[in-house]
């Protein structure tokens, strides 16, 4: 049996294969993030359904074209960073770093866009259970596009360090999953926030 070399790339991108571990370690992440939205969701529908007035007295309901506009956009940006995904794996390194880049514009995009929404909203986190468990929602999944988006910056970085995608791309696999993850937790707060309103 032959020892892997010291320093010595795998498959998956890391050194001594590192970047599998680091692959597991965030499908592990990402699975208990589930179980505390999935507790959120829960939440919300179970305190929507039980109270006796929901929305705080002159809010009829939230805004549904920018926030869908928004989603459109974090939705597509998926798409955007699977594609910059595939021009790594070609060895493509200014493809991939254009394309990372516009998925970055598009999440950058979004967290703008949720800002302008809360600036604009007539109600806040003290409005009785809605303002608070829209605000904690919302809030929330803010921080992790912003956590995102921070990946995604160290990553391009590490784009520029000579030979450091040379044997894979585990860290940007990881964080490309992240943020598939951060898309589709925006999806089901979309349909419980802005769909379901009634």
């Known amino acids: ?6 320093g010595s790339h795998d498959a998956h991108g890391g050194h001594g294969g590192h970047g599998g571990h680091n ?10 993030e589930s179980v505390i939205f999935l507790a959120f969701f829960a939440g919300y529908a179970v305190l929507k359904v039980s109270s006796p007035i929901w ?11 920018e926030p869908l506009i928004n989603t459109i956009v974090l939705v597509s940006s998926s798409f955007v960073a699977w594609f910059a995904e595939t021009r790594l794996r070609r ?5 991939f770093r254009a394309v990372w880049l516009l998925t970055m514009a598009m999440g950058t995009w979004f967290v703008i866009g949720q800002a302008i929404e809360w600036r604009e909203l007539a109600f806040g986190l003290g409005s009785g ?4 468990t829209f605000y904690l929602l ?8 912003i956590t995102g988006l921070l990946l995604m910056a ?8 000579p030979g450091n995608y040379d044997g894979g791309e585990a860290g ?12 589709v937790i925006w999806v089901v707060l979309f349909l419980l926030l802005y769909v379901w309103q009634r």
Not at 55 to 65: F, S
Not at 91 to 95: E, K, N, T, V
Not at 140 to 145: A, D, E, S, T, W
């Open 138 to 145: 919302t809030g929330f999944h803010g921080l992790h596009v």
């Open 1 to 6: 049996m032959s020892a892997t070399p010291r």
């Open 154 to 161: 160290l990553m391009l970085w590490r784009s520029f360090q």
């Open 91 to 95: 060895g493509q390194l200014w493809a």
């Open 55 to 65: 929305r705080p007295e002159g809010v009829d309901g939230l805004a549904v074209r």
């Open 129 to 132: 259970v809605f303002g608070a």
């Open 172 to 183: 940007v696999t990881s964080v490309s999953l992240f943020w598939h993850f951060v898309d």
């Open 23 to 32: 692959l597991t370690g965030m499908v592990i992440f990402l699975l208990s």
